[in-house]
């Protein structure tokens, strides 16, 4: 996992709370990614940052927000407008988002009740 | 390899013989790949890489090769092991892009 870390690895929320996922990394990159991950699916991206306070939507942002304050740390919270928030929640970072590869940290499972 | 809905293409090997993984990209103007492997409940790991500029590169037991031609890309795996039963990502990154596009992953099942 490479110096990048999620925590909780499991996580049970009931339906309309909102509930954080966090992500931190100690490698000194400059860009971090959420994906979120079905059964038997691929991975599909939520948001990314290539810079501190800055980020962006990726193919699925709806019903999620993120913060990037710090370049080690950047939080997801899934929101109460996520339709369907059960799923397997990826972070990676890479040092440069159009050269380098991106390094997974070990996910976190949502499980909403 | 491409998936329908919940059903990941699967790919059967012996313990021992070689493995290989194939992958259709999707954007010609896509300038590095990645494979990674994910085992059951865990992060994907990077396994090896190409950029366009090669068509070949080995790494321990491992070797990718890319064929820009006909938009495709394999994993060979040498002397299949039972650590190596895991799901397989290929991944592109266009060139100049903050994203990388990942496929749906084909899953390798080794056999004793």
């Known amino acids: 996992d490479g110096g990048i870390t999620q925590s909780p690895k499991y996580l049970f929320r009931k339906e309309g709370q909102n509930v954080t996922l966090s992500c931190e990394q100690n490698l000194n990159h400059d860009a971090m990614y959420w994906y979120r991950q079905d059964p038997g699916q691929g991975l599909r991206l939520i948001y990314y940052s290539q810079i501190v306070n800055d980020f962006q939507k990726g193919d699925i942002a709806e019903g999620y927000s993120v913060s990037r304050e710090k370049k080690e740390s950047f939080p997801l919270t899934v929101t109460s407008a996520q339709k369907n928030p059960t799923a397997f929640y990826l972070c990676?970072?890479?040092?440069?988002?159009?050269?380098?590869?991106?390094?997974f940290g070990p996910g976190t499972r949502l499980t909403v009740l | 390899g491409e998936s329908v809905g919940l059903h990941l293409p699967t790919l059967s090997v012996q313990e021992g013989d070689n493995s290989i993984i194939n992958c259709a990209y999707s954007?010609?103007?896509?300038?590095?790949f990645i494979w990674y492997k994910q085992e059951s409940g865990k992060g994907p790991q990077f396994i090896i890489d190409i950029r366009s500029n090669m068509d070949k590169r080995q790494g321990q037991r491992v070797t990718v090769l890319l064929n820009k031609t006909v938009k495709h890309l394999s994993l060979q795996i040498a002397a299949t092991q039972p650590g190596d039963s895991a799901v397989y990502f290929c991944a592109e990154n266009l060139n100049r892009d903050d994203k990388i596009i990942f496929g749906k992953g084909t899953r390798l099942h080794i056999l004793p």
């Open positions: 990676a970072s890479s040092m440069d988002p159009s050269t380098d590869t991106q390094y």
């Open positions: 954007n010609s103007a896509s300038d590095y």
